[in-house]
């Protein structure tokens, strides 16, 4: 009987899957500072005010007396550059450096800041609803190795033709491109037009002279 009982067991292990957690789970235990809907014109403006919480909580905080959360919400507010986005975030947050979701949606942000660039374990950027005009701005986001999500449409550039090929020529890991899941058809399509582009062709080196 006993026998019976841990062969059971076993099985019952072996049966059991694990499974990776989403993207968007990587901040279910500490909810986002959401700084939203506040008409910043600046990155650093939400320092002066009181992040929003779900139902009325008190956001968490550490005995530094800042926050725990990976993800922060800036988004529908007024701000164009993002140049104090770093020293914001550092005082903001216990570890800035494991940000991994950071909502700009709906701003004034015409270019991509290299500031963006600064947090390895980035993940999910959202960019959509802004006033990035030049395809080229994308480029920057080829240092962010671990970005997976991103958004950038309603800005001028999602008109331009070959847009979403431009950008996952640029940007071959992302998962998810404008709330829309990257497939194997969209990679190769992409890889297509950039080969017919010659968007990421390395330019030929000079032969030395004898």
């Not at 002066?48 to 968490?60: A, F, L, N, V, W």
């Not at 164009?80 to 550092?90: F, I, V």
């Not at 700009?104 to 390895?120: A, G, M, Q, R």
Request: glycine share 4%; net charge neutral; charged share 30%.
């Amino acid at each position: 009987m006993l026998a019976e009982i841990i062969l059971s067991a076993i099985m019952t292990s072996k049966g059991k899957r694990k499974t990776a957690p989403a993207i968007d789970s990587a901040n279910d235990l500490v909810p986002p500072l959401d700084y939203s809907f506040f008409s910043l014109t600046t990155s650093a403006d939400a320092l002066d005010e009181e992040s929003r919480s779900p139902r009325g909580q008190k956001p968490k905080k550490t005995e530094t007396g800042k926050s725990p959360a990976k993800c922060v919400r800036i988004n529908n507010n007024n701000i164009a550059e993002l140049d104090d986005l770093d020293l914001t975030l550092e005082k903001m947050l216990e570890r800035p450096e494991d940000v991994s979701w950071l909502d700009l949606s709906f701003n004034e942000i015409v270019k991509i800041d290299p500031v963006l660039t600064h947090y390895d374990n980035l993940q999910i950027l959202y960019l959509h609803g802004n006033g990035i005009a030049d395809l080229r701005e994308v480029d920057k986001l080829a240092a962010c190795k671990g970005l997976k999500k991103l958004t950038l449409h309603g800005n001028p550039i999602d008109a331009i033709k070959g847009y979403r090929h431009y950008v996952l020529s640029k940007l071959p890991d992302l998962r998810v491109l404008d709330f829309s899941n990257v497939t194997k058809a969209d990679r190769a399509t992409a890889n297509c037009w950039s080969n017919m582009n010659g968007i990421n062709k390395k330019p030929k080196k000079k032969k030395e002279e004898d």
